[in-house]
């Protein structure tokens, strides 16, 4: 069974810091996904990752991908009031549907 | 980008009564589309695997009685709750699968039925 996890799934943080998000899946897939969700909002894509060492930036995000240690990154710098909001990994499963992580609730404060 | 599209965005009714929610793709099609339930602070949970023309894979413990899901065209699935129970109140999120290259994919994702059960 493919089990997804985040960490933290909680993250409060100041204006202009720099943070990480993790997010470890158990099984081999070929592509992780990473969406942003605000309050009452359905998904909104932020990256596909589709192989090992995959980088991606936009904005102040980063996103990356580890396929030998099953590992992705999300990275905030110098962060925004603007970019609180549940962040969301998820890795394919067979059939092509998502396996979601448990979300990471973001709230930046000034 | 593609375009996923839901309808009704909420919606309220009453306990026992069945509520379709439908999922369309505007500018492409979609042979596969998927349905996520969301309870309040919790993760997208895989309902249902809807493949246009052939009946619907579902996730182990989801009820296919109950949770009844029609893809009749590549741009139109439908999940219709019947006799509805204030248990089934939830976020309902379909997402369908598109082509972004020949040995690529992505999903997008509708913007979600409210669903509230008195």
Redesign the interface.
Known sequence: ELKVEQNPLFLSMQEGKNYTIYCNYSTTSDRLYWYRQDPGKSLESLFVLLSNGAVKQEGRLMASLDTKARLSTLHITAAVHDLSATYFCAVVQSGYALNFGKGTSLLVTP | ?AVVSQHPSRVICKSGTSVKIECRSLDFQAT?M?WYRQFP??????MA?SNEGSKA?YEQGVEKDKFLINHASLTLSTLTVTSAHPEDSSFY?C?A?ARLTTT?????????T?LTVL
Do not use: E, N, V
Request: charged share 15%; hydrophobic share 25%.
């Open positions: 980008g596969t998927f602070k919790q993760s997208l949970m895989l695997t894979t999120i997402s699968r690529t994919d992505t999903q997008y994702f509708g913007p979600g409210r």
